[in-house]
Antibody, heavy 119, light 110 residues
């Protein structure tokens, strides 16, 4: 069955960096768009970014553009999110998800990894 | 871009039907048939319930149905059950090639 496992979360100071990973199994990663979504404590879902199967198409939410970079390694069945210049408002659980069509909806989700930005 | 607008809470008794609305604009909900709905229980990851406005993934009960009218999408849960108590989020593809989520609705089974 499809499994997505995020890792790399933790406590980081404002202005710091963190790299999240998402290990995929149960499907061929190279066939699918993938996405990152986050959820601040007690708040709603916020889409962060998606990347096409061939890496030719990448989009970001305005709130992270220029600070976050999504990437993938299909050979390693992994998705990544490099987060730089972190702010307190980036504190959230970060989920990776398998996206369908051209990233228009999210079929499967990981359990999430918590990122806390605090001094 | 602001989040899609959903009611903060909706409640119903077991066996009843409830409907959750999701209001967007002509640049998202009204522009594409790419509205999806997600169910999230406390402390859990979201789960896809409806995709492309009205389609159910395998394994999702047929008590869940979706529709759109203009810039507003709706999720209806019929025959409400205790296990349906959760948060529900709509999502839409946008004309900027991004995704946008709704503000979320807490469903309470009385």
């Amino acid at each position: 069955q499809v499994q997505l496992v995020e890792s790399g979360g933790g406590l980081v100071k404002p202005g710091g960096s963190l790299r999240l990973s998402c290990a995929a199994s149960g499907f061929t990663l190279s066939d699918y768009y993938m996405s990152w979504i986050r959820q601040a404590p007690g708040k709603g879902l916020e889409w962060v970014s998606y990347i096409s199967s061939s890496v030719s198409t990448i989009y970001y939410a305005d709130s992270v553009k220029g600070r976050f970079t999504i990437s993938r390694d299909n050979a390693k069945n992994s998705l990544y999110l490099q987060m730089n210049s972190l702010r307190a408002e980036d504190t959230a659980v970060y989920y990776c998800a398998r996206a369908m069509r051209g990233g228009q909806w999210l079929r499967d989700w990981g359990q999430g990894t918590l990122v806390t930005v605090s001094s | 871009q602001s989040a899609l607008t959903q009611p903060a809470s909706v409640s119903g008794s077991p066996g009843q039907s409830i409907t959750i609305s999701c209001t967007g604009t002509s640049s998202d909900v009204g522009a594409y048939n790419y509205v999806s709905w997600y169910q999230q229980h406390p402390g859990k990851a979201p789960k896809l319930m409806i995709y492309e406005v009205s389609n159910r993934p395998s394994g999702v009960s047929n008590r869940f149905s979706g529709s759109t009218s203009g810039n507003t999408a709706s999720l209806t849960i019929s025959g409400l059950q205790a296990e349906d108590e959760a948060d529900y989020y709509c999502s839409s593809y946008t004309s900027s090639s991004t995704l946008i989520f709704g503000t979320g609705t807490k469903v309470t089974v009385l």
